[in-house]
């Protein structure tokens, strides 16, 4: 997983510092830092983030091995299943 935070977008609202404290911290009121290499383990608290982000200032790409990783479509609850049950 790898973030890029298009720090000229970013207005500092903080909302992926609260839902991602491991991976974003403010530096006083407007300069974000952030590991853009980030763990995981994180990944579902970044993603939060960017879904967050109100001026969409982050990017977040999967590497292959993140992808190696994701459910595979018939893995997914409700996927080709229909309303009660089969026939």
């Known amino acids: 997983m790898r973030l890029v935070v298009d720090l000229n977008r ?11 404290p491991d991976v974003f911290a ?8 952030y590991n853009p290499q980030a763990a995981a383990e994180q990944r579902q608290n970044v993603e939060r ?5 109100p001026v969409g200032a982050i990017l977040l790409e999967l590497t292959d091995e993140d992808m190696a990783h994701l459910p ?10 229909r309303p009660g049950g089969t026939r």
């Open 26 to 33: 403010m530096h006083g009121e407007e300069s974000l830092l």
């Open 49 to 53: 983030a960017v879904a967050a982000c």
């Open 10 to 20: 970013c207005q500092g609202y903080a909302q992926c510092a609260f839902l991602a």
């Open 72 to 81: 595979a479509p018939d893995a997914v609850a409700g996927s080709g299943a």
